[in-house]
């Protein structure tokens, strides 16, 4: 008896349906294969987050700045520069390709700023860290950050603050609602196009907005800063 086989016809949707099943997978694999790359940067920069945690309570919370490249923590300047090179600390967070700063207060704040070539995060005192690919939405992220950072330095003598945000310039306000004082300017893209405002009762952040047409930062109630990649509702 003389064998059948697959006509043209058959093998045409055979390669059409595997086809189909192909389209239908592989961005389906993509999407998995990247939210593991996702989770394995966001668990590298907690151990990182860790590591100085630990070095910041043996030395009794002062406050420090530490360097991190090429897998290496190096302990800087408040300012993030003058950075040792001569030690290192031993961490468990691995990131290939990773450049950033990690900051702690002596109020046992932390703030920090870690990326590679695909993703990047930051925190700044009052927010969980935020792990992405918007390169753009984090540079906006670590804007917020700074100015934070440059605020709590200069506020020095632990009074209650206003500073409003336009044009570049960080303006200390009176009662009034009134400019006294330029305050801090922070040379930053985002700052020129960014408007909003940022209270302070002594040390800690009572109120904050910062909007650009795109991002936006704010206080929530529970007194964590949440931020959004679009503008502010």
């Known amino acids: 008896m ?6 043209l016809v058959e093998l045409i949707a055979v390669i059409v349906i595997l086809g189909l099943i192909g389209i239908i997978i592989i961005p ?25 945690k630990s ?13 991190f490249h090429e897998n290496e ?3 800087c300047d408040s300012n993030g520069e003058n950075c040792s090179v001569s030690s290192s600390l031993k961490t468990d967070g691995k990131i290939k390709n990773g450049e950033g700063y990690i900051k702690v207060s002596k109020d046992g704040l932390y703030s920090l700023s870690i990326s590679n070539n695909t993703y990047c995060s930051f925190k700044t005192y009052y927010n969980n860290i935020i792990v992405t690919d918007n390169k753009a939405y984090c ?5 917020v950050k700074n100015a934070i950072e440059e605020i709590v330095n200069y506020n020095v003598q632990d009074v209650d603050r206003v500073f409003n945000l336009s044009g570049g310039t960080l303006s200390l306000l009176n009662e009034d609602g009134v400019d006294i004082d330029p305050g801090v300017t922070i040379k930053n893209g985002f700052l020129s196009s960014a408007e909003g405002y940022f209270e302070f009762y002594n040390v800690e952040i009572g109120d904050l907005e910062v909007r650009t047409s795109d991002y936006c930062a704010f ?6 800063i949440q931020f959004y990649n679009h503008g502010c509702l």
Do not use: M, W
């Open 2 to 7: 003389k064998k059948k086989g697959f006509t």
């Open 139 to 143: 540079e906006f992220g670590n804007t």
């Open 55 to 67: 070095e910041s309570q043996n030395a009794g919370f002062t406050t420090k700045v530490y360097r």
């Open 73 to 75: 923590l190096y302990e």
């Open 219 to 224: 206080l929530n109630h529970n007194g964590i």
């Open 28 to 52: 389906t694999v993509n999407d998995t294969i990247q939210k593991q790359r996702k989770k394995a940067f966001q668990t590298s920069v907690y151990g990182l987050l860790d590591t100085v």
